[in-house]
């Protein structure tokens, strides 16, 4: 008997390290050697755009205030930042159960004792009918011995979704830093194409004032008025269509920075905005922990593989230690005396008998919110590779467009000037100034477009990095 109360204490010691279900390992993950990208960008090259910090990338001060106040007062991110507080909390209430509970509680009662009932006790031996009663309480013990591991285990799915929480909070700041830069670079493209409007519109506006003069006296045709006016009227509708996207673009600014719809007050424009004179992708093994969105999926899948304990050790024993000590009687004064004193230690053991399937159901139900977790954690990782590689070659092919499509518009500008300068010498006709005209206003506003293409591309390159958290 006694080697058996020394063995007992002992075995429930080496038990409670005992946990069920499985323990999380890494599943291998098959990453290339470099991104997919159609230039030398994509070189095994372990320094990383996503390594600057955001006020590093987008140099523009206007932008960077922009930017600081989304941080600051954006309803998502502050939605993010309360989600990691309740994930916070939802840990501290699991982790509790893993400790004992103590409390403490006292009543005094007060009853009156019928002369006529059933059990009436006379005067003579009970002289008052009121009789006060008191009773004091403190909770040494309410705990659950842990045995199997399902109280750490569900502690541990807790911490993961807490991770989880946090890496989604990351996840948030980095599409908040690349949604404002977006809009607001879509925004100075807006004013750009804008001043091309304006600036095209003017010309026009001179030059059918020259046809005016030339068809009063006989030199014009009413063909080459009409010709005139109709590009006029073309530039001239375009304006307010302009200013339409920029006050609705700007009301979206607004919103990223959690304001009312306003004027978003502008820096450099969008031909003197500057950016990294490179942009290295890194390595893509350190993607995986770059990304919040790739870390907030591995979160999720340690959550649901600790889960599986959980459901595990509900096939074992749940074994509860709960007791108390205080004291009861009739006088305040006699309460804590040892004649009082009251003591109870009560260990309870519930087992699972018959659950017709409901353990077992729940078990494979935790497997497979496992095995989901784990599909999207590897597709999560494909995703991201995918979009780096996108934004590698969308920012090389673009940057090739800007360059070409900058050629076309320096050849259309010559084009125009000697066009007009040989409508007005008499040696060629309107149409030919009219047809160059209406090219060089559509090539430069594709210019800007495209401008704003690649400024896009390394924020979305940024992006897809990982890179706007820090």
Request: aromatic share 6%; with cysteine.
């Amino acid at each position: 008997m006694r080697k058996l109360r020394i063995a007992t204490p002992l075995a429930l010691v080496l038990l409670a390290g005992c946990t069920v279900g499985p323990n999380y390992h890494r599943p291998p993950i098959q990453t290339p050697d470099v991104f997919r990208a159609s230039a030398p960008t994509a070189a095994s090259d372990p320094a990383s755009l996503a390594d600057l910090k955001w006020w590093e990338v987008f140099k523009d001060e206007k932008l960077q205030e922009l930017e600081r106040t989304a941080l600051a007062q954006n309803y998502d991110l502050r939605d993010a930042a309360a989600r990691v507080e309740a994930a916070r909390a939802n840990l501290g209430i699991t982790r509790s159960n893993q400790f004992p509970n103590l409390g403490a509680g006292a009543d005094i009662s007060t009853n009156r004792i019928s002369r006529n009932g059933a059990t009436s006790l006379p005067a003579s031996f009970v002289p008052s009918q009121n009789r006060t009663f008191g009773e004091a309480t403190l909770g040494l013990l309410s705990f659950e011995l842990d045995i199997w591991g399902r109280l750490r285990r569900a502690t541990e799915a807790a911490r993961a979704n807490l991770l989880l929480a946090q890496e989604n909070r990351k996840a948030v700041i980095t599409t908040l830093v690349s949604d404002v830069a977006n809009y607001y670079f879509s925004l100075r493209e807006l004013d750009y194409q804008l001043e091309i409007s304006q600036r095209t519109l003017a010309t026009r506006l001179d030059s059918l004032s020259l046809i005016k003069n030339r068809q009063s006296g006989g030199v014009a045709t009413l063909l080459d008025l009409r010709q005139s006016e109709q590009l006029v009227y073309t530039a001239a509708a375009i304006i307010p269509a302009l200013r339409q996207q920029i006050e609705q673009t700007e009301n979206q600014i607004s919103l990223l920075l959690g304001k009312n719809p306003g004027e978003v007050l502008r820096g450099r424009s969008l031909t003197e905005q500057e950016m990294p004179p490179n942009v290295p992708a890194g390595l893509p093994s350190a993607l995986l922990e770059r990304r919040p969105d790739i870390r907030a999926a591995e979160q999720n899948l340690i959550a649901m593989n600790a889960e599986i304990g959980v459901a595990k050790a509900a096939y074992f024993p749940q074994i509860s230690l709960s007791g108390f000590l205080g004291g009861q009687g009739t006088q305040l004064a006699t309460l804590f005396s040892r004649p009082s004193a009251i003591w109870n230690f009560t260990p309870q053991v519930t087992q699972p008998i018959f659950t017709a399937g409901r353990l077992k159901s729940n078990v494979k139900l935790t497997q497979a919110l496992r095995e989901s977790a784990l599909i999207q954690y590897e597709k999560t990782i494909q995703t991201a590779f995918t979009e780096v590689s996108d934004a590698l070659i969308a920012h090389q092919r673009v940057r090739e467009g800007r360059v070409q499509q900058g050629l076309l518009v320096a050849a259309l500008q010559d084009r125009t000037r000697l066009a007009y300068i040989r409508y007005r010498g008499g040696v060629d006709t309107l149409l030919n100034a009219l047809d160059s005209d209406r090219d060089l206003f559509q090539a430069e506003l594709s210019l800007s477009q495209i401008r704003l293409n690649e400024l896009n591309s390394v924020v979305q390159l940024y992006k897809a990095l990982g890179g706007g958290w820090q």
